[in-house]
């Protein structure tokens, strides 16, 4: 994980005119969230795992599944998540498991970031910056 410093750390916004600016761009929520904090991500890469640019938030008024919800982001960073290929060895056996959980445990949930992608999520973070500060 590579923290990048930005103007938008500790900035509150409604999560309506996040989504409405971010989606666009090509972020999505995160399925990480909770009903108090989630993380806007954006996919960069797939290169020996996935890379990513998050933008973390937290309610700071209201839930995250109510209307009119304000956030405030944490500070971005870059990620790299890289996943075993194969057979999960830990995996834990039965239908209703499987039924609930299909994911493998991550080989490195905060893998190695090359610099190219901490260059790229710069360039984006600054787009993102651009776009929300205008609002």
């Not at 409604?14 to 806007?40: A, C, M, R, V």
């Not at 991500?41 to 009119?68: N, T, W």
């Not at 194969?86 to 498991?97: I, K, P, S, T």
């Not at 609930?100 to 992608?117: L, M």
């Amino acid at each position: 994980m590579i923290p990048i410093p930005s103007d938008l750390e500790n900035r509150d916004f409604s999560l309506h005119d996040l989504e409405e600016t971010l989606k666009p761009i090509g972020f999505t929520i995160g399925g990480n969230w909770d009903y108090d904090q989630g993380s806007f991500d954006y996919k960069m890469g797939v290169e020996d795992g996935y890379q990513f640019l998050r933008i973390p938030f937290k309610a700071v008024k209201g839930m995250l599944d109510s209307p009119g919800v304000v956030v405030k982001l944490g500070k971005p960073f870059v990620l790299s998540h890289v996943y075993q290929s194969g057979v999960d060895a830990d995996g834990r056996n039965g239908a209703l498991r499987g039924a609930v959980d299909q994911f493998q445990t991550p080989k490195d949930p905060d893998g190695e970031v090359d610099d190219k992608f901490v260059e790229e999520g710069k360039k984006l973070l600054q787009t993102v910056e651009h776009s929300l500060m205008q609002r």
